[in-house]
Nanobody, 124 residues
């Protein structure tokens, strides 16, 4: 089992920046690919970014490319999402997710472990 706890969500003005953190505990963190998804009520969960267990690859949704950066610190069992140039459309609950290291996936169904989510609200 892997337990994930997100933090860092808050109300921020459009154009601002925010860093989300996801702390992992349980099984070996470095054995897992990590991802961030987001969800708005009434919509499906949307892929945002993911990163390999080693940090050797990262992928981003087109909607956040160039504005968001995913990173991880395996020594601290933590994955981050640095968010910049925020817009109102970034408003959502952001979820951290983990899956055993393998072929990169942007599909939420491939991720076995999820955090409880953290709310990000961007005011315009």
């Amino acid at each position: 089992q892997v337990q994930l706890v997100e933090s860092g969500g808050k109300l921020v003005q459009a154009g601002g920046s925010l860093r989300l953190s996801c702390a992992a505990s349980g099984r070996t963190f470095s054995a897992y690919d990590m991802a961030w998804f987001r969800q708005v009520p009434g919509n499906e969960r949307e892929f945002v970014a993911n990163i390999a267990w080693s940090g050797s690859w990262t992928y981003y949704a087109d909607s956040v490319k160039g504005r968001f950066t995913i990173s991880r610190d395996n020594a601290k069992n933590t994955v981050y999402l640095q968010m910049g140039s925020l817009i109102a459309e970034d408003t959502a609950v952001y979820y951290c997710a983990a899956r055993r290291a393998g072929v990169p996936s942007t599909n939420s169904y491939d991720y076995n472990y999820w955090g409880q989510g953290t709310q990000v609200t961007v005011s315009s």
